[in-house]
């Protein structure tokens, strides 16, 4: 199974369109804009494989170009887009998809706009969107309102939606499910994954599939699908008026991809579940402070899915980790006020908790 896709044989720099483009729905001819997405780190977790007694890898999404899973699927829809000849691409986001989405336009030549929910995306992801040269426009509402006007004018003006109900963003998400195949020699037995507006479950669901039947891996993953309490429409069964979340990124109460989420999750015999914001952010913490990867609120809604529901003995486990976390430096509560003392050796030994000989 190591020889599945064109993986190996593509530079990573030429990114993840390329590398899978025969397993890919996009046709020979088209040109692909890429900024070098794809092919990050499978890393095991060892701590945490210790804590849960099962065998857990983290697949780092934010080691993408601009810093979450986001660009690989807009890696193929930009090139589809601009072969189509699309001009403005536009999208409602909860952030990091205006981040791609700018910087992906950028690279394509092509303009970009974002319609995001006033005060509810992260200073990087803001900050992203207008260095990239998006036009941005902040709405007095949540996301799922920002999606709705954003999909009316997709029908009335001449823009491209790039949000996640274009399939050509869930066809390009399919890549990270091959990659953790590839590297990992077949699929694992258990996906631990965020939910927002579930695109990314349903594009792994459609990976992971299109390789058992391609005879590259010799199983599906259960699934499970990880919400904030605070907005778990697919837990509770239902939209949510109001979403509330630190995880900003899946500040979600109506999901577009709810319906193949739903079947997704029931086909591999997996589950939604909803966890706590304060479980969310001790995730987001340990896993920073004991594996090394510093991850967005939204990602480690994963590890805290995990870590709440454990696995089988001895599984192995994958949990998607979407977005860095230098996106949200506010997110990161309780570093408390910082020494500051004098630059003198004594004051400083002192100040570190070092004794001096
Ligand atoms: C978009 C996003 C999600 C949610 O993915 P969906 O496809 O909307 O379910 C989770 N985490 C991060 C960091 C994201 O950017």
Redesign the pocket.
């Known amino acids: 199974m190591s020889t599945a896709g064109a993986g190996r044989a593509t530079p990573r720099s030429a990114g993840s369109v390329a590398a899978y483009r025969s397993l890919l729905a996009i046709d020979p001819e088209v040109p692909v804009v890429t900024l070098g997405e794809g092919g990050t780190p499978l890393l095991h977790a060892k701590r945490l494989s210790a804590r849960v007694g099962a065998e857990v890898w983290l697949k780092v999404?934010?080691a993408n170009p601009t810093g979450?899973?986001?660009d690989r699927g807009m890696a193929l829809a930009v090139s589809k887009a601009r072969a189509r000849g699309a001009g403005v691409l536009l999208c409602a986001s909860?952030?990091?998809?205006s981040a791609s989405a700018a910087a992906y336009a950028a690279a394509a030549g092509l303009r970009s706009a974002v319609v995001i929910p006033e005060g509810h995306v992260a200073r990087g992801k803001l900050a992203q969107a207008v260095v990239h040269g998006a036009r941005v426009v902040q709405v007095r509402a949540n996301f799922d309102a920002a999606l709705a006007v954003v999909r009316a004018l997709g029908e009335r003006a001449a823009v491209t939606v790039v949000n996640?109900v274009n399939p050509d963003r869930l066809e390009g998400?399919k890549t990270a499910a091959f990659e953790v195949v590839d590297e990992l020699g077949d699929a694992p037995d258990l996906l631990c994954?965020?939910?927002?507006?579930?695109?990314?479950?349903?594009?792994y669901w459609r990976g992971f599939r299109q390789y058992r039947e391609a005879g590259r891996a010799s199983l599906v993953p259960r699934l499970l699908g990880v919400q904030a309490v605070g907005a778990a429409p697919l837990v509770g069964g239902g939209p949510v008026p109001s979403p509330e979340t630190v995880?900003t990124?899946?500040r979600?109460g109506d999901?577009?991809?709810a319906g193949p989420?739903r079947d997704a999750v029931g086909a591999s015999g997996g589950r939604f579940v909803a966890v706590t914001d304060s479980a969310i952010l001790a995730a987001q913490r340990e896993l920073a402070s004991t594996e090394g990867v510093f991850?967005?609120p939204?990602?480690a809604?994963s590890v805290a899915g995990l870590l709440a529901y454990p696995p089988a003995a001895g599984s192995r486990v994958v949990c998607v980790l979407?977005?860095h976390g230098l996106?949200d430096p506010d997110a990161v509560a309780g570093e408390g006020p910082l020494p500051v003392v004098a630059a003198d050796l004594g004051a400083v030994a002192e100040a570190m908790g070092v004794e001096l000989d």
């Open positions: 999404e934010g979450s899973f986001k909860t952030g990091n998809t996640s998400q994954i965020p939910v927002g507006n579930a695109g990314n479950i349903t594009a995880a990124a899946i979600i999901p577009a991809s989420a991850c967005e939204a990602s809604a979407t977005g996106k």
